[in-house]
């Protein structure tokens, strides 16, 4: 190699080194620069009460105003009152207990297995015949996850989550089982979610997985209980009614004043100051003590927001999104982010709108949170409580 190239070469390796140092100052000055523009706080003029009136109405979260709007028109009308009705039988825990007390008396499961605490609350225990049709399989012997291969394999074709729960053989408890689980199981039961924020799912799709499920067990000589086809079938067209009249996704806008633009460096500033949190998704989220999103701040068409590029973006309409199934309290969920959203408008100098860009009065504000409550205390009455792991998974 000549003594030319052997210099270029180390020209070259000093450029890179050279870039590097400069990107991680950038990033320490960009970080800095954020800490100290949110040293203080700011007084919000727009939602101030007395203490006196906040003791005396402490949940009472909007200034009452004479002016009347439309409801914000990103909320569809739902025919609330046509909600269905699911039994104390649809409640989780019963279903979870319904299902053993099948497999019981049918000399699938023992006593034993039957009288295990489930340790996947949050997915075993919101199984149930209201929501997934659910394959019950015993073995002689214990078995892996790995005699479920085909299962895995086709998990995809069938348009729904498909999600199995195994009683451990070793610890005798009940766990959530995926391709790479490790321990040996004497019972599964395998569950095909029946909705979906898709749709219902059809007959066909229903009878490939019963068939699917029936190989299975013939091959590994194991007893199996399958549901029938037309009635599960009938339960997701009724479950997916009355997610339809539920199904409720808030969205306020912030828009400029006097037709500027935000900066996206003030985006960021504000909102981090306001305590939510830059996510992979391109978006800000407000999170919970679980690291649950609660509603998110995004571009108002979607377009994600990258970190290294927001001092050059100029943003024309801020979009926060409450997706009210999906939260616990999403009534008091909402009141925060109205908080927010004035909070906000104020740090940026914008204004509150619909998707329409018509001024969001105090009125329509009002107005969305009743509706809101009635959405909450409709799924309640349902055995479906906002925000829970089963309303999770079928808003999904």
């Not at 299975?216 to 009355?242: C, G, M, W, Y």
């Not at 997706?323 to 509150?352: H, Q, T, W, Y």
């Not at 799924?379 to 829970?388: A, D, E, K, L, T």
């Amino acid at each position: 190699m000549s003594e030319l190239q052997i210099s270029l070469i180390s020209i070259g390796l000093v450029v890179i080194l050279i870039i590097c140092i400069y990107n991680w100052w950038q990033q320490r000055q960009y970080r800095r620069k954020f800490r100290e523009a949110f040293q203080h706080q700011h007084e919000d003029a727009l939602y101030h009460q007395s203490s006196d009136e906040s003791a005396l109405n402490p949940d009472k979260h909007f200034i009452p105003s004479t002016e009347e709007t439309p409801i914000a028109s990103s909320i569809e009308p739902a025919a609330i009152n046509q909600a269905i009705e699911l039994t104390s039988a649809g409640q989780p825990e019963e279903l979870l207990e319904n299902t053993e007390k099948e497999m019981v008396s049918a000399g699938l499961m023992s006593d034993e297995e039957s009288s295990a605490k489930p340790v996947e609350q949050s997915l075993c225990a919101s199984l149930g015949e209201k929501t997934d049709y659910i394959a019950a399989m015993s073995f002689k012997d214990p078995q892996g996850a790995g005699a479920l291969t085909s299962l895995w394999q086709q998990r995809f074709d069938f348009g729904k989550n498909i999600h199995v729960c195994g009683w451990n053989a070793t610890s005798g408890e009940w766990e959530k089982v995926i391709a790479e689980s490790k321990p040996l199981y004497r019972s599964l039961r395998l569950a095909l979610q029946l909705v979906s924020r898709s749709g219902a799912v059809s007959e066909p799709k229903l009878k490939d997985f019963r068939e699917l499920i029936r190989t299975i067990a013939t091959k590994l000589h194991a007893d199996v209980i399958l549901p029938d086809v037309s009635e599960a079938a009938a339960r997701a067209q009724e479950l997916d009614n009355f997610c339809a009249t539920v199904d409720q996704i808030i969205a306020f806008n912030i828009v400029p004043e006097e037709a500027q633009l935000f900066n996206g460096d003030g985006v960021a500033r504000a909102a981090e100051r306001l305590g939510m949190q830059f996510l992979a998704d391109g978006a800000f989220h407000m999170t919970d003590t679980h690291g649950r999103t609660l509603f998110s701040l995004c571009n108002e068409d979607n377009t994600p927001f990258q970190y290294h590029t927001l001092s050059q973006l100029q943003i024309r309409c801020l979009t926060l999104l409450l997706d009210v199934p999906c939260v616990e309290e999403p009534a008091l969920v909402f009141d925060d982010m109205v908080i927010l959203a004035r909070k906000l408008s104020i740090e940026l100098g914008g204004n509150i709108v619909d998707a329409n860009h018509v001024s969001l009065k105090e009125r329509s504000i009002m107005l969305i949170r009743d509706r809101i409550v009635t959405v909450e205390t409709n799924m309640q009455h349902s055995g479906m409580v906002p925000g829970s792991a089963l309303a999770r998974r079928l808003f999904s």
